[in-house]
Structure formats: structure tokens, C-alpha cells
């Protein structure tokens, strides 16, 4: 007897007498043939397993391609897109705030009378210049639309010197705000 195929996604049905392992829809689990009685005497065996071959059980109990997760079409196993995490806005506002306080802890060290680079003491302007820029990240968080708002400007055109004691000092440069989440 010729198994029957499923047209739909090309997975094939096997003969109930060479049945290896069953499918169930609602955990998206496979189960042995074999352990089917340890499971029934457990509680845990669903009540919608389906049998599947065992070369449907060897593609989709494997490592799925890039982007995929195991799913179910149509009452048997097939691979679904992961879905995209969902990001809520509290999420951004605590991804935005650590941002803000990871540039603040770096530059903390920038702050001190003594501190030098390469030796050389911070200049009066130097100094007023972190502190204002360690106010504007301070007050970031108060400003209209955040934290879908860039972070206040610190790259090559602006305050480059900053940039590069800060990253010296741990800060890693942020893509923010990130859209794409």
C-alpha cells in the first residue's frame, strides 16, 4: 500500500503499520511510537497527534533555515516565519534610559579635577564642555517625542574628543532610536 501524500506541502503520510513518530498540531512536538504508552500513562500526550514519516519527522525536527521556527500548516508540521518580537514603548524607554546612563558612566571619570589625557590635564573649555554635554543626555529623557529622539549629537563632527574617551572608557556607540524594533 503506497502512502498518501499532502499535496498541500508535499509531506507524506505513512502506512499505519511503519509508523516511527507522531505530530502533535497543539505543541508542536514530536512523539515516538515507541514512548507513546510511557506518555499516555504520564498524562502528557496530546490528543491530536497525527502520525508523520520519518522523513518529515527527520526535516522538521532538525535545525530550521535562517529566520524559521517549527510551525503548523494545515494540521502537520511545516516551517513559519519567527515572528518579529513585539517592543513596547516602556521596552524603549528602558533600552533608551540605559543607553543614556552607559554614557553618563563613562564619562563619570572625565569629570574629575585630575583627569588627563595623555598626561594633559583638561582645559577650563574642555571641562565645561563634558559637563554640558553630560547635562544634555541628562536631560534627554525630558525632552517632547522620547525616547523616539536621537540621543543628543556626539560623533566626528562634535565633540570627537569626547567620543573617543568615552569609548576608551567602556561606551560603545549606539544605532538609537532604532526603528527597525
Known amino acids: 500500500m503506497k502512502p498518501e501524500q499532502n499535496e498541500l506541502l508535499n509531506v507524506e503520510v505513512p502506512d499505519a503499520d511503519v509508523v516511527?513518530?507522531?505530530?502533535?498540531?497543539?505543541?508542536?512536538?514530536?512523539?515516538?511510537?515507541?514512548?507513546?504508552?510511557?506518555?499516555?500513562?504520564?498524562?502528557?500526550l496530546p490528543d491530536?497527534?497525527?502520525?508523520?514519516?520519518?522523513?518529515?519527522?527527520?526535516?522538521?525536527?532538525?535545525n530550521?533555515?535562517?529566520?524559521?521556527?517549527?510551525?503548523?500548516?494545515?494540521g502537520i508540521p511545516a516551517w513559519v516565519d519567527v515572528p518579529k518580537p513585539?517592543?513596547?514603548?516602556?521596552?524603549q524607554k528602558k533600552q533608551a534610559r540605559a543607553l543614556r546612563d552607559q554614557f553618563i558612566s563613562a564619562t563619570d571619570k572625565m569629570t574629575l579635577p585630575d583627569y588627563s589625557i595623555n598626561d594633559v590635564p583638561l582645559t577650563e573649555e574642555q571641562r565645561a564642555e563634558i559637563l554640558?554635554?553630560?547635562?544634555?543626555?541628562?536631560?534627554?529623557?525630558?525632552?517632547e517625542n522620547w525616547p523616539l529622539i536621537p540621543l543628543p549629537v556626539l560623533d566626528e563632527n562634535n565633540h570627537l574628543w569626547i567620543l573617543i574617551e568615552a569609548v576608551?572608557?567602556?561606551?560603545?556607540?549606539?544605532?538609537?532610536p532604532n526603528l527597525d524594533s
Not at 491530536?48 to 532538525?62: K, L, M, N, Q, R
Not at 554640558?132 to 529623557?141: C, V
Open 20 to 44: 516511527n513518530y507522531h505530530f502533535s498540531p497543539s505543541t508542536l512536538g514530536f512523539y515516538p511510537e515507541q514512548l507513546l504508552e510511557n506518555y499516555k500513562a504520564a498524562g502528557s
Open 86 to 91: 513585539v517592543v513596547t514603548l516602556d521596552d
Open 48 to 62: 491530536d497527534i497525527i502520525p508523520v514519516s520519518d522523513e518529515c519527522f527527520a526535516t522538521y525536527s532538525g
Open 64 to 74: 530550521p533555515p535562517a529566520g524559521m521556527q517549527r510551525g503548523c500548516l494545515d
Open 132 to 143: 554640558s554635554l553630560r547635562e544634555e543626555y541628562r536631560r534627554w529623557p525630558s525632552l
Open 168 to 176: 576608551n572608557n567602556g561606551y560603545t556607540v549606539p544605532v538609537w
